[in-house]
């Protein structure tokens, strides 16, 4: 018998690598769920806050870092753990948007902060105001901007100046607890909670109940990334609840009365997602419950390993809003939640600009300054303003506006007067009350091109060139200084997403990529939608007012009178040609 050779024989394979005999192929990397891969840290970020939470640093900032000023920051709790006290450092000034993705942090940044203070449900005393306008003039060079999450951010704050800022804050019940961070950040509520007129039910109960249990507990101080939070009992919708990770809706059950539709997984950023309905009924007293359920369904469940997949939308695009109930029922709630109806469509704007008629007889006021950007001198002046005419209360709103109430009736007009002296007009034209801005490139980090000012001029310029063309709905304009959509450009109308442009000589200019037709639930639309990104549609910073009114005339020309046509239905419809 001959022995084969070694090329005759055919190739063997080794025995652990035979079809047969191959190993099992290895798991999905595993998501970071806590409760299904465990707490073993999967990230550096995961790391630092197990390791010590970001509430913790509060005293390092009161007892180390005031006393020892920028130079003696911890990397770690400077670029981490102060968010979870609502402080980020601010963009060095003079620093180009393209070189924001190609610095390092401590490039970009100045030894100066923004400070969020954190205002749930926009509820301010004349007090309160007072305080927060002076914490600007002392020690912020009079900055302050109102956000489109009811809060105030003041810049130029140095960390020596901290401790002595929530001393007093803190004296008139405010603070910047959990303001930024991996946490439940501020509650929206409706600003004309406990005032309207045609409200379905007061929040207020619901968001005091929220903030006084579960803000700075450590059981929630360690989220994948942010929570966002939305309770509205005004029929006008006007919390933006379609774009928070858990909010509340007011809705009146045929058998139950009056509570909350409930939804979940809503965000915007660079990967947008609308939150869904669950299709339950919540009871005003379970309010508090079953957000903390939803909170630790995230917690738990949330995915952790990969930061740009550590929100909430994720989990529940994944789950589907019908695992999504069953796992908050029967593993975080005592019983079932009710089925329930959804809420109809708003019949009113939800910004609340204007003159309206409270509940008592008296007014409210809802005025516009100019994208938020206010002062700590304005906001002062509006305290006193106010008390001058006997109220001691007032409301920011998500839209970056402001709510005044108590004005009695004889007062109204003369009150509209001193607010326009003031630059806060309570009767604005289309496009300023319709426009909202980002921080953008002034101030922030992330942002690529400038914002507040370009947003500004360009609404003066609007206002000058379409002066008396009569546009037949309410018409947004929101511009973002970078892709993380803060100014939430995929449910405006016309939504500006920063970049910079070829200048057409070898260089770069500031710019816009074009989103259109996008918007929320509301008077004019039953339900929110996303925009249409047309591709190559792009604006320079220079030629945004020319595009603007091209695109509003335009509208006017084509749009199908016979049946109201809105803005956003024909920038769905129209040909990209007429889009340019």
């Given at each position: 018998?001959?022995?084969?050779?070694?090329?005759?024989?055919?190739?063997?394979?080794?025995?652990?690598?035979?079809r047969?005999?191959?190993?099992?192929?290895?798991?999905?990397?595993?998501?970071?769920?806590?409760?299904?891969?465990?707490?073993t840290?999967?990230?550096?970020?995961?790391?630092?806050?197990?390791?010590?939470?970001g509430?913790?640093?509060?005293?390092?900032?009161?007892?180390t870092?005031a006393?020892?000023?920028?130079?003696?920051?911890?990397?770690?709790?400077?670029?981490?753990?102060?968010?979870?006290?609502?402080?980020?450092?601010q963009?060095?000034p003079?620093?180009?948007?393209?070189?924001?993705?190609?610095?390092?942090?401590?490039?970009?940044?100045?030894?100066?902060?923004?400070?969020?203070?954190r205002?749930?449900?926009?509820?301010?005393?004349t007090?309160q105001?007072?305080?927060?306008?002076?914490?600007?003039?002392?020690?912020?060079?009079?900055?302050?901007?109102?956000?489109?999450?009811?809060?105030?951010q003041?810049?130029?704050?140095?960390?020596?100046?901290?401790?002595?800022?929530?001393?007093?804050?803190?004296?008139?019940?405010?603070?910047?607890?959990?303001?930024?961070?991996?946490?439940?950040?501020?509650?929206?509520?409706?600003?004309?909670?406990?005032?309207?007129?045609?409200e379905l039910?007061?929040?207020?109960?619901?968001?005091?109940?929220?903030?006084e249990?579960y803000?700075?507990?450590?059981?929630l101080?360690?989220?994948?990334?942010?929570?966002?939070?939305?309770?509205?009992?005004?029929?006008?919708?006007?919390?933006v609840?379609e774009?928070?990770?858990?909010?509340?809706?007011?809705?009146?059950?045929?058998?139950?009365?009056?509570?909350?539709?409930?939804?979940?997984?809503?965000?915007?950023?660079?990967?947008?997602?609308?939150?869904?309905r669950?299709?339950?009924?919540?009871?005003?007293?379970?309010?508090?419950?079953?957000?903390?359920?939803?909170?630790?369904?995230?917690?738990?469940?949330?995915?952790?390993?990969?930061?740009?997949?550590?929100?909430l939308?994720?989990?529940?695009?994944?789950?589907?809003?019908?695992?999504?109930?069953?796992?908050?029922?029967?593993?975080?709630?005592?019983?079932p939640?009710?089925?329930?109806?959804?809420?109809?469509?708003?019949?009113?704007?939800?910004?609340?600009?204007?003159?309206?008629?409270?509940?008592?007889?008296?007014?409210?006021?809802?005025?516009?300054?100019?994208?938020?950007?206010?002062?700590?001198?304005?906001?002062?002046?509006?305290?006193?303003?106010?008390?001058?005419?006997?109220?001691?209360?007032?409301r920011?709103?998500?839209?970056?506006?402001?709510v005044?109430?108590?004005?009695?009736?004889?007062?109204?007009?003369?009150?509209?007067?001193?607010?326009?002296?003031?630059?806060?007009?309570?009767?604005?034209?289309?496009?300023?009350?319709?426009?909202?801005?980002?921080?953008g490139?002034e101030?922030?980090?992330?942002?690529?091109?400038?914002?507040?000012?370009?947003?500004?001029d360009?609404?003066?310029?609007?206002?000058?060139?379409?002066?008396?063309?009569?546009l037949?709905?309410?018409?947004?304009?929101?511009?973002?200084?970078?892709?993380?959509?803060?100014?939430?450009?995929?449910?405006?109308?016309?939504?500006?997403?920063?970049?910079?442009l070829?200048?057409?000589d070898?260089?770069?200019?500031?710019?816009?990529?074009?989103?259109?037709?996008g918007?929320?639930?509301?008077?004019?639309?039953?339900e929110?939608?996303?925009?249409?990104?047309?591709?190559?549609?792009k604006?320079?910073a220079?030629?945004?007012?020319?595009?603007?009114?091209?695109?509003?005339?335009?509208?006017?020309?084509?749009?199908?009178?016979?049946?109201d046509?809105?803005?956003?239905?024909?920038?769905?419809?129209?040909?990209?040609?007429?889009?340019?």
């Amino acid at each position: 018998m001959t022995t084969p050779t070694t090329t005759d024989a055919a190739p063997q394979r080794p025995a652990s690598t035979d079809r047969g005999n191959r190993p099992p192929r290895p798991a999905s990397r595993p998501h970071g769920q806590w409760k299904i891969d465990g707490t073993t840290p999967l990230n550096a970020n995961e790391v630092w806050k197990q390791e010590d939470g970001g509430l913790a640093v509060r005293e390092r900032i009161e007892n180390t870092y005031a006393a020892g000023g920028f130079a003696s920051i911890d990397p770690t709790d400077l670029h981490g753990r102060f968010r979870w006290w609502g402080l980020y450092t601010q963009r060095k000034p003079g620093i180009d948007g393209g070189k924001t993705a190609t610095l390092e942090p401590h490039e970009l940044e100045d030894e100066y902060f923004m400070l969020r203070v954190r205002i749930d449900g926009g509820q301010l005393t004349t007090q309160q105001l007072r305080v927060i306008g002076e914490i600007s003039t002392e020690f912020g060079r009079d900055s302050a901007d109102l956000t489109d999450r009811q809060n105030v951010q003041l810049h130029w704050v140095r960390v020596e100046d901290v401790p002595e800022i929530w001393r007093r804050l803190e004296a008139v019940g405010l603070g910047t607890t959990e303001a930024c961070g991996d946490v439940p950040r501020v509650v929206l509520g409706s600003p004309v909670a406990g005032i309207a007129a045609d409200e379905l039910i007061d929040p207020t109960p619901s968001i005091d109940a929220i903030t006084e249990r579960y803000i700075g507990i450590p059981e929630l101080a360690n989220l994948p990334r942010k929570f966002k939070t939305a309770i509205t009992g005004h029929p006008s919708q006007d919390v933006v609840h379609e774009i928070n990770d858990v909010a509340f809706v007011a809705v009146n059950h045929p058998e139950l009365g009056v509570g909350y539709d409930l939804w979940v997984g809503g965000g915007l950023s660079t990967s947008a997602h609308l939150a869904v309905r669950l299709g339950t009924f919540v009871a005003p007293e379970l309010v508090p419950d079953v957000w903390f359920g939803v909170a630790a369904i995230f917690r738990d469940y949330g995915y952790r390993r990969l930061r740009n997949k550590a929100r909430l939308k994720y989990l529940v695009a994944d789950w589907g809003p019908e695992k999504f109930r069953e796992v908050l029922e029967t593993e975080y709630l005592d019983a079932p939640l009710p089925d329930g109806p959804a809420a109809p469509k708003p019949r009113t704007q939800g910004d609340h600009v204007g003159v309206h008629r409270q509940h008592d007889g008296r007014y409210y006021i809802g005025v516009t300054p100019f994208v938020g950007r206010v002062s700590g001198s304005k906001l002062t002046a509006l305290a006193d303003l106010l008390e001058r005419h006997g109220s001691g209360r007032l409301r920011t709103t998500p839209h970056q506006k402001l709510v005044l109430l108590d004005i009695e009736e004889r007062d109204v007009e003369q009150v509209v007067a001193e607010l326009d002296e003031l630059g806060l007009s309570a009767r604005p034209s289309v496009f300023r009350r319709g426009t909202i801005a980002c921080t953008g490139i002034e101030f922030c980090k992330l942002a690529i091109v400038e914002t507040k000012q370009t947003a500004t001029d360009a609404v003066l310029a609007l206002e000058e060139r379409l002066a008396g063309l009569d546009l037949p709905h309410p018409l947004s304009l929101h511009v973002n200084g970078c892709p993380n959509s803060c100014a939430r450009i995929q449910t405006a109308d016309i939504g500006l997403k920063g970049q910079l442009l070829p200048d057409g000589d070898g260089g770069q200019t500031p710019g816009f990529q074009v989103h259109l037709g996008g918007g929320l639930a509301s008077e004019d639309r039953e339900e929110a939608g996303l925009g249409r990104t047309v591709r190559g549609l792009k604006v320079t910073a220079d030629g945004l007012v020319d595009y603007v009114e091209r695109l509003v005339r335009r509208f006017l020309a084509d749009r199908d009178a016979a049946i109201d046509e809105t803005f956003a239905e024909w920038a769905h419809r129209a040909e990209e040609e007429a889009l340019q």
